[in-house]
């Protein structure tokens, strides 16, 4: 039985209602270790003969058998393996891809063998010397003469070890010496038990074969043998495997490096979309923590400040709210009672109840040094103790100081911890007054001028008041939640809480005010993020852009990839690979530029806030990363679909 098998073949084209008979009923039967030589005048048939061979052509009648099995032209896969096991091409044009050097010409063909990367370099390497261009690896086509290009050609359609080598006019655009020189490797092949078939119009190439088969009109008119075949070759080195992904994204670094400049514009467009998102986020992220940071540095943010409900006056017109001011003027603020504090211990998740105390138009003296407060408050457990600086929280005849207020009295105010200050104010028309020591210097670092830090020991306060005749009882009480996802709780459960039918106090949490803030904060940086994202759509557009024309410039490789044995899938990936490593970079360099243009920025602000208002946290890059990468995804996606839906025939004939 022969090794190939042409039975009753009939090709036609169609034009809008008229038929074109091509082949009109090829019977014939090929051999290994034959050179045959398919001859005849420009269309007569010769080339779609060759593509029905080669597993190109899918459209026409009749039966291709190969070595004893019926080639089923219906099944695109089995087509894609028949051309990457079976079949080698060769054409007049050469068809080498110029992005790659000739060695990596070569090893497209054994990328797709079981061979591991040193056999493939060492295979294509001997391949190369065989054709006499062991020197010229490294070089890309565009620096070969046109034999040269041939011989590159041999070696790829050699590389992956198949029985049958078409040529498609082998020597149609080479001076004779050069073609001399590939019949005789042709011929070579051939003695190696292949089974070469040389589609042509030359009879100088024909006379070169065992065997001349003369085509005209689409039918075989003459099969005439001119010497004996040589022996058939009788196993395959090589076997063979599916593209694996990573030879994709090779292929397409490869392409890119070589359109360098080209690509580097793209990314830097993507990279300044991608850049804007990573920084306002950050941005977002840093005075989000700032807002944090200030206010927990002021106050335990676990704290419910409560005081006694006091119901607001509701004035009707301007003689009702002046009636109301004087009336409000004239009563004192109501306080809580001992019985108030038990009341709100005894509320589920509460930890602890401090009592508050808050005095006005407060004395301080040292020596000669005078300087007045507006308020003096309590220590209690909404003081951070994490304020001090210099010395101790206050015991029993001690007070902290805000380190404002203690420049106001020495400019040496770090020693004035442990000296003794004299405190006097009024309250309930009494004036009350006490010397205490000053155990410490508070500051919150913050910028916001938000409080005065400066508080007395609680027991001490109350001593002071009750030696002046004083009622000491707390303005109200600061209440400790058990953790911060009780804080809201707390304070609903104050506000709630009622005696006879009438509410009782009025909490407020600094968890309320931080909400609102980091609320206009969030909304901030997504709309700048929103706004920056423009780009990205911009950016995005420029790769679709980029891709179409990689694959309109590219239309001829894509061919010879899949004449070479490439799936519809290989060719999409490759395209897609593309698309996504320039979605990688952009998003490299765009998060490299914000960690560094923020780092920048905050050493250039430590003066100012000493705090890092840039915060490009892991979250923000990994968005980062995805958004870019889904561009690139969305970008490549009708692009590589068409570049996988070109008809290879097509493909490598386009210029």
Known sequence: MSYLTLR???????????????????????????????????????STLMNIIGGLDRDFEGQVVVDGQTLDHHNEKALDAYRRETVGYIYQSYNLINHLSVLDNVLVSLDMTTLNKTQRI?????????????????????????????????????????????????????????????????????????????????????????????????????????????????????????????????????????????????????????????????????????????????????????????????????????????????????KLSSTDLATLKNIKHVASVDPSYTVSAVDLKLGRKTTTLSTLK?????????????????????????????KKISSNWKALVGKTIKVSFKSQ???????????????????????DLTAINTQTLKNAETKAGVNAQPNGASVLATSMNQVNAVKKAINNSTQNG????????????????????????????????????????????????????????????????????????????????IGLASASVATGLA???GALANTAMQSMTSFNIIQITAGNVIETFVIALAIALLAAWMPSRRAASMNPIDALAAE
């Open 8 to 46: 009753d073949i009939h090709k036609a084209y169609h034009l809008d209602k008229q038929t074109f008979p091509v082949l009109k009923g090829i019977d014939l039967d090929f051999e290994l270790g034959e050179f045959v030589s398919i001859l005849g005048e420009s269309g007569g048939g010769k």
């Open 378 to 406: 309590n220590w209690n457990n909404a003081s951070n103790a994490d304020n001090l600086i210099k010395g101790s929280k206050p015991s029993s005849g001690e007070m902290v100081l805000d380190k404002a207020d203690a």
């Open 595 to 597: 960690y560094g243009l």
């Open 502 to 581: 009438k509410r009782q106090y009025t909490a407020t949490a600094l968890t309320s005010f931080i909400k609102t803030v980091k609320t206009y904060v969030n909304l901030a940086s997504t709309v700048l993020a929103a706004i920056a994202s423009i780009s990205l759509v911009v950016s995005a557009l420029m790769i679709i852009v980029t891709m179409f024309m990689s694959v309109s410039s590219r239309v001829k490789e894509i061919g010879i990839l899949r004449a070479l044995g490439q799936s519809k899938q290989d060719i999409r990936r490759l395209f897609t690979s593309e698309s996504l490593l």
């Open 122 to 334: 060492a295979r294509a390497e001997e391949l190369l010397a065989q054709v006499g261009l062991a020197d010229q690896a490294k070089k890309y086509p565009n620096h070969l003469s046109g034999g040269q290009k041939q011989r590159v050609a041999i070696a790829r359609a050699l590389a992956s070890d198949p029985k049958i080598i078409i040529a498609d006019e082998p020597t149609g655009a080479l001076d004779a010496q050069n073609t001399q020189e590939v019949l005789a490797l042709l011929d070579s092949i051939a003695a190696q038990g292949r089974l070469v078939i040389a589609v042509t119009h030359s009879q100088i190439v024909a006379d070169a074969g065992t065997r001349i088969v003369h085509m005209e009109n689409g039918q075989i008119d003459q099969d005439t043998p001119l010497r004996d075949a040589y022996s058939p070759m009788t196993t395959q080195a090589l076997t063979s495997r599916k593209l694996p992904a990573a030879v994709s994204y090779k292929t397409a670094v490869k392409h890119l490096r070589f359109n360098f400049w080209r690509n580097a514009l793209i990314v830097l467009g993507t990279t300044i979309g991608l850049f804007s998102v990573i920084l306002f986020n950050g941005i977002g992220n840093g005075v989000t923590s700032y807002i944090d940071h200030q206010v927990t540095s002021i106050s335990n943010p676990k704290i419910v400040t409560v005081s006694s409900y006091t119901k607001p006056v509701k004035a009707v017109g301007s003689s009702s709210a002046m009636a109301a001011m004087s009336t409000t003027a004239s009563t004192s603020t109501p």
């Open 429 to 451: 028309t009494k004036t009350v007054t006490t010397s205490v020591k000053i155990s410490g210097i508070a500051n919150a670092k913050n910028s916001m001028g938000m409080t």
